[in-house]
């Protein structure tokens, strides 16, 4: 049953012209799909399992993974960071799943503000 919820799916879109056109869609969940949660948890459940070292912890939301990395230095931060994504990029590949750069951000947090 997934297995036909999976095949033969199209999108319509419009080019420059306002012509429509069908796009084969050969990979993903259909958005807003009842199905498409559930489905995102159980792929999902095996990168949670992931073991990373202290100061690491990857966040689920809705669709979305965060990688929160805590270090009292920029030196520790750094090779924290990239090792934890190297992980997380390891599970993906062999998921046969990939990271969108376009759609990665890093914010750094520095310093602690005094509670009042």
Not at 9 to 35: A, F, H, W
Not at 52 to 80: I, Q
Not at 92 to 111: C, D, N, Q, W, Y
Request: with cysteine; hydrophobic share 40%.
């Amino acid at each position: 049953m997934v297995g036909s919820y999976l095949e033969d799916r199209y999108i319509k879109v419009r080019d420059n012209t306002r012509r429509e056109k069908m796009i084969k869609v050969c990979c993903g969940v259909p958005q807003g799909s009842i199905l498409g949660p559930t489905l995102w948890n159980i792929l999902y459940d095996g990168v949670f399992k992931i073991k990373h070292e202290e100061g690491v912890k990857l966040v689920g939301f809705a669709d979305d993974l965060a990688l929160v990395v805590v270090a009292k230095t920029e030196k520790t931060l750094v090779p924290r960071t990239n090792t934890a994504l190297e992980r997380l990029n390891g599970w993906m590949r062999a998921k046969k799943l990939s990271l969108a750069p376009e759609k990665t951000e890093a914010i750094v947090f520095s310093g602690r503000r005094k509670t009042l």
